[in-house]
């Protein structure tokens, strides 16, 4: 017997905001890009504000390219610009702490034991 090879595929397109989170199945033709799932799902016109030029996306949390191909089940992720650079956000509580530690050295203030 020889088996059937199906030409469609299900997947999910997935974005969220901080208070909702959305999931789409849909049915696909195989060799479907991510960009192409992405148009199909509707979320574009569900979240009118998602700018794809500035939005990664990835597949189950790794970044893809908008031509990726996509395989049955695959979950294509659509991912929100980050608001602060985590490496710059880390950098200013660093140096917030540096400077409060001084103020206490400059103001005579004492840290640690008493006695």
């Known amino acids: 017997m020889r088996e059937e ?11 969220a905001l901080p208070q909702i989170q959305t999931i789409i199945s ?5 060799g479907t890009t991510a960009l192409e799932a ?3 799902s ?4 569900q979240f009118p504000d998602i700018s794809l ?9 790794k970044i893809v390219s908008h031509g990726a191909v996509l395989r ?10 980050l608001i602060a650079n985590p490496k710059e956000a880390r950098r200013l ?3 917030n702490k540096e400077d409060a530690a001084a103020k206490n ?3 005579g203030k004492k840290q640690g034991r008493t006695g």
């Not at 849909?26 to 195989?30: A, H």
């Not at 509707?42 to 016109?45: A, C, I, K, T």
């Open 5 to 15: 090879i199906s030409d469609t595929i299900t997947v999910e397109v997935a974005y």
């Open 26 to 30: 849909i049915t696909v033709e195989s």
């Open 38 to 40: 992405i148009q199909r």
């Open 42 to 45: 509707g979320l574009l016109l």
């Open 53 to 61: 030029k500035d939005c990664k996306i990835g597949i189950f949390g």
């Open 72 to 81: 049955p089940m695959d979950r294509v992720e659509i991912y929100r610009p």
């Open 93 to 95: 509580r660093a140096a």
């Open 105 to 107: 050295r400059s103001s």
